[in-house]
C-alpha cells in the first residue's frame, strides 16, 4: 500500500539521455515529505560470451555503458537528491554476478563490466559510513537465475566452462525462478542485516538460513 514503482528499461547505454529521464521521471517524482521509504534497485545488464581478441569493439563499449558507467551515473544522481533526506530509509541495490567476483572464461567483457560497478558500490559504501545520513547500499549477487539472458547464453556455440555449466543446469531445472529470487532479495532488504556489509549473495543468505 502506497508503494509508487518507477521504472527505467530502455536505452540504458545512452548514459546522458537516462541520466536526465531518470532526474526527470523518477527523481522528480519522488519527495522526502510523502515517503517513509525510498528504494531504488539497479538492475540492467547484459552479457555476451566471447573470448578476448574475437570481440567486436562496439559491442564491448555498450556492455561497459549499460553494466558499468550507466549504473554509476544514475547512483551520482540518486546519492546527489536524496543524500540530505532525514526521517525516512533509503536504499539502494545494484544486481551484480559471480562474474564480479571471480574470472570466468569467455566473459572477458561481463566480468569486468560487473566487477566495476562492484567496486564503485564497496566505494560507495565506505563513503556513506562517513555521512550524518547515510543511505544503506550493497551489491547483491542473486544466483544463477533462469532469464532470458541465460537462455541466450547457452544458446551460444562458445566452447568454455561457463556455457557447459549453464547447459547442465538448465537441463537440470536448477537455478531460482524469478519469482524466487525476488523473494530471497525481498526477505534480505527487510533483514537487519541489509547493508552491513557492502556484497552480499543469495547464496550465502541461504546457508545462513539453514543452519
Not at 522528480?28 to 567486436?56: M, P, W, Y
Not at 526477505?187 to 543469495?202: H, I, N, R, V
Amino acid at each position: 500500500d502506497g508503494i509508487r514503482d518507477l521504472r527505467m528499461s530502455r536505452g540504458l547505454g545512452d548514459v546522458y539521455k537516462r541520466q536526465d529521464v531518470f532526474k526527470k521521471n523518477v527523481l522528480q517524482c519522488i519527495s522526502k515529505d510523502d515517503a517513509s521509504r525510498v528504494l531504488f534497485i539497479q538492475n540492467a545488464g547484459i552479457a555476451f560470451t566471447q573470448l578476448c581478441g574475437e570481440q567486436d569493439a562496439a559491442a564491448v563499449q555498450t556492455a561497459m555503458q549499460v553494466n558499468s558507467v550507466t549504473p554509476m551515473v544514475l547512483a551520482e544522481a540518486f546519492v546527489r537528491h536524496v543524500q540530505s533526506w532525514t526521517g525516512l530509509t533509503k536504499q539502494m541495490v545494484v544486481i551484480s554476478s559471480g562474474a564480479a567476483r571471480r574470472a570466468i572464461e569467455g566473459w572477458y567483457t561481463y566480468c569486468a563490466s560487473k566487477a566495476a560497478i562492484e567496486m564503485a558500490v564497496q566505494v560507495l559504501h565506505a563513503e556513506q559510513a562517513a555521512q550524518e545520513h547515510p543511505i544503506t547500499v550493497c551489491s547483491y549477487g542473486p544466483g544463477v537465475v533462469q532469464t532470458d539472458m541465460q537462455t541466450a547464453i547457452t544458446a551460444c556455440t562458445v566452447d568454455v566452462p561457463i556455457v557447459a555449466r549453464l547447459k547442465q543446469m538448465r537441463a537440470d531445472n536448477s537455478g531460482f525462478t524469478p519469482e524466487k529470487c525476488a523473494e530471497i532479495l525481498e526477505k534480505y532488504m527487510e533483514s537487519d542485516e541489509f547493508g552491513k556489509e557492502p556484497t552480499a549473495d543469495a547464496y550465502d543468505i541461504i546457508s545462513k538460513e539453514d543452519k
